[in-house]
């Protein structure tokens, strides 16, 4: 199992690519979808601080398998969560 800095850092490097790809298509399409762009970056913040705080204050038990369950569960979320969010970008720029 990864340790928890790991985790963070993989959600903070995740949450940091899907904004700097909104604001990178908004910089290329500055006219349009602007309030979409801002409610994907909205989204992507939200998810990021759910998902630090669910590592943060992970479950209280001496079963490892709770634990690893628990942060498996962190991860899974975390990929799909970043994938509907690059999906939703995707669908804006008509690709």
């Known amino acids: 199992m990864a340790n928890k800095r790991e985790i963070k850092k993989d959600i903070d490097s995740l ?9 990178t298509f908004g910089a290329l ?4 979808h602007e309030e979409e762009i801002t409610g994907i970056i909205s989204d992507a913040v939200i998810l990021r601080n759910d998902l630090m705080d669910r590592v943060n204050h992970s479950v209280k038990t001496d ?3 709770a634990v690893k369950a628990h942060f ?8 799909t969560g970043i994938d509907s ?6 669908a804006l720029s008509g690709n």
């Open 15 to 23: 949450t940091f690519e899907v904004i700097s790809d909104c604001f």
């Open 72 to 79: 498996n569960l962190i991860k899974k979320d975390l990929f």
């Open 85 to 90: 969010l690059f999906k939703r970008l995707s």
């Open 63 to 65: 079963d490892p398998k």
């Open 29 to 32: 399409h500055p006219e349009s």
